[in-house]
């Protein structure tokens, strides 16, 4: 874990490979729980059994969203800011999905600062590059610009 006393001070780390995350399961469970939260229950992501016969591999997938959505969760283990108010999204710049996270595939993300730059009431604007790696595969799920901004 990389501690960073001061948002100020990610400007000196820009440029910088940050690490990667701890390995998390993409269960089932976990796809449902998004399918409810999202209303998003394409066949493709909760039914297990036509996924068996009709999907490459015959597993379901993870919705491209939730593994998107594990980028805050896993980036909490890569680095934090000792002395912060408050952290906010501010977006995107970029983002690909560039291949399927398959039922019990394990991911980790993997982040570099590319830019942190102030911006009002004493904030930093960071865009880091996530990607999102998939164990045993050589292509990653995702690849985003992520934009937040964090305050003293």
Known sequence: MREIEYPKDMKNHVGEDFGVSEWVTVDQEMIDKFADA??????????????KTE???????????LTLSLV???????????????GVNYGLNKLR??????????????QNLMAAEDVKDDGIRMIFENIIEIEGQERPALI?????IVYP
């Open 38 to 51: 999202t209303g998003d229950h394409q066949w493709i992501h909760v039914d297990v059994e036509r996924a």
């Open 55 to 65: 999907m490459p591999g015959g597993k379901t997938i993870a919705h491209g969203f």
């Open 72 to 86: 805050p969760r896993l980036g909490a283990n890569i680095w934090s800011i000792t002395h912060r108010s408050r």
């Open 97 to 110: 999905f560039t291949a399927p996270v398959a039922v019990d595939s394990r991911v980790r993300l993997r």
């Open 144 to 148: 985003a610009e992520g934009l937040s």
